[in-house]
């Protein structure tokens, strides 16, 4: 007997072995035990997800022997002739090799006859968005008024290229995409079932492959029990898909952690020596970072994979916006792979790119403290030391000369040499209107933050704390993780321990301009500048003569 393809063996026969899609098994099955069944079906989904196979078991639910149910015996003879293909009352017809009209036509003189063997003739028309528009006008009228003995179940991929009026006139259930738990158990399932030893690891790996699609899931598995002759382990997929396996990629993102690339670059020969397809390689990679910027902002959820414990030590010692640059840097190297001189060199090229826009942390302020001037201090004078005398009482003229000698500042001396030195350190704070731009400008921001700043005008800096206003529009980007990176940033910068101060912009509110005001202002300049520059110049003036031509001013940009 020859070999049976598990994507063929292990085809559910009924509803309860269908794995996911419940939202249309719910459906389907009430339809059936209620006898509310109508006289068209649709399945869309992408390939793989099951859209034949359940058409085919509503075929037999309705045709079963024992009646009408959602649970057909399975045992009687209409039951075995659809599984094995052999119904004739069940027609399948694959639209992508059938699309003439005349084909269409020619299917639909039967549909007036009565079923030979089934309660139904039912009419499975696979890929249905290939007929051609002849075709769905022939199959209009029939599925507007089709005859009671007569079911249509259609399947596509694509769903938007069926016409609205056939549409109308069908149930229609979206088959969704299946997830890697649903994959990866059922794989196991049913390698326990034909006794073959496998790991956890290499199920995901396939599962991930498959991309949401259980046939090429089985497909690979098929693949992946020749390949090893047997046990599915982690290695043999790895080899077999041309991916990377758990340990390569923690050395690559431990390497990216350290700024270390010698190691990185021997890692990616390490993976072409191993003929590794890089495309699979960028996948993972995409993954793991995803998997980190998740770890960063959600650290309660629970890991899915193996190596979810190493990501989670990994992700606590990144810098989140870094991995987030990471990420965009390594979706842009998998894009732009195919214009690289060759498959390895575009993946070099992206790992030492992300070591070059990887934030440099810059050397704390402490080793560098900002230099003020020195408060003025009082002088001192140093008593000369006093004899002890043993056993006896200091006599009165020495304790008049150690009152004279040692000066005692008044109370209120104390108090007003205290409130001056807190007076300079408020002083020493460095900001005003004139230099607050600038030294925005000079912080190492990212993302939310940098806008706040950028779009943050100076007030007033007293008492340590400094005042910003923000435009009401813009209230959106003080949000508290902003506001709390933002004064780390100007202690950081200042050398002084400050607090920042939001407050809505007021009439008689003097307040400085924002860095952003001033970078769209000066961007307006130079996009004067430039459009003078061209309508002044001679050359172009003489082309527009010449040509009848004229300047579209909107395509000129200044040069930086």
């Known amino acids: 007997m020859s070999y049976l393809v598990l994507a063929r063996k ?5 509803f309860a072995e269908v794995v996911g899609q419940q939202h ?6 009430n339809g059936l035990d209620q006898n509310r069944l109508h006289h068209a079906f649709l399945f869309s989904g992408t390939r793989g997800v099951g859209k034949t196979t359940l058409a085919r078991i509503l075929a037999k639910s309705l045709n079963c022997e024992q009646g009408i149910s959602s649970t057909p015996c399975g045992e009687c003879q209409s039951c075995n002739e659809v599984d094995n293909g052999r119904f ?26 009565a079923p030979s063997r089934g309660r139904y003739k039912v009419y499975l028309i696979d890929e249905v968005h290939m007929l051609s528009t002849s075709s769905f006008n022939a199959l209009l009228k029939t599925l507007e008024e089709p005859p009671p003995h007569v079911k249509f179940l259609f399947a596509t991929t694509d769903p938007q290229k069926l016409p609205v009026t056939i549409l109308s006139r069908c149930l229609q259930f979206n088959l969704r995409r299946l997830d890697l738990t649903q994959i990866s158990e059922y794989l196991a399932f049913i390698l326990q079932q034909e006794q073959i030893n496998f790991e956890t690891e290499a199920l995901l790996q396939l599962a991930r492959a498959a991309d949401g699609s259980m046939r090429d899931a089985l497909s690979l598995l098929d693949q992946a029990i020749a390949f090893a002759g047997g046990e599915v382990s982690s290695e043999v997929v790895f080899q077999m898909l041309g991916s990377i396996s758990q340990d390569q990629l923690l050395q690559i993102l431990e390497a990216l952690l350290r700024h270390d690339a010698q190691a990185l670059l021997q890692q990616s020969a390490e993976l072409a020596a191993l003929g590794r397809d890089f495309y699979a390689v960028f996948d993972k990679l995409l993954t793991s970072l995803q998997q ?13 994979d193996s190596v979810a414990p190493q990501l989670a030590e990994i992700a606590a010692q990144f810098n989140p916006e870094t991995v987030q640059l990471l990420y965009q840097i390594a979706l842009h190297g998998k894009r732009d792979l195919s214009w690289a001189a060759d498959p390895k060199s575009g993946f070099d090229m992206t790992l030492l790119r992300m070591l070059s826009f990887q934030p440099v942390t810059a050397p704390p302020l402490e080793d560098k403290p900002l230099k003020k001037p020195p408060s003025p201090r009082k002088p001192v004078v140093t008593p000369p030391p006093v004899p002890e005398v043993v056993r006896s009482a200091p006599s009165p003229v020495v304790q008049a000369v150690k009152r004279q000698e040692i000066p005692q500042p008044a109370t209120d001396e104390v108090k007003l040499a205290a409130n001056d030195q807190q007076i300079d350190t408020f002083v020493s704070v460095d900001l005003s209107p004139a230099n607050w731009t600038q030294i925005i400008a ?13 779009n943050s005008a100076f007030i007033r800096c007293e008492q340590q704390t400094v005042h910003l206003s923000l435009s009401p529009e813009l209230e959106h980007l003080a949000t508290t993780k902003s506001q709390e990176r933002l004064q780390a940033a100007l202690v950081k910068k200042l ?15 003097q307040s400085s301009q924002t860095l952003a005001v001033e970078r769209a202002e000066q961007q307006t300049i130079k996009q004067q500048q430039a459009v003078e520059s061209i309508n002044n110049d001679p050359s172009v003036e003489a082309i527009k003569n010449t040509f009848n031509a004229r300047i579209i001013e909107n395509s000129i940009k200044p040069l930086d």
């Open 10 to 14: 292990w085809r559910p026969k009924s």
């Open 495 to 509: 050398g002084q321990d400050i607090k920042l101060n939001f407050t809505p912009p007021g009439e008689n509110q």
């Open 88 to 113: 004739v009352d069940l027609i399948e017809v694959d639209a992508a090799s059938r699309t003439k009209v005349d084909d269409t036509r020619e299917l639909l003189d039967n549909v007036q006859y």
């Open 442 to 454: 000079e912080l190492n921001l990212s993302a939310l933050t940098r806008q706040l700043a950028e």
């Open 24 to 29: 249309v098994l719910r459906a389907l099955i």
């Open 292 to 304: 980190i910027a998740t770890l960063q902002m959600v650290p309660d959820m629970e890991p899915m």
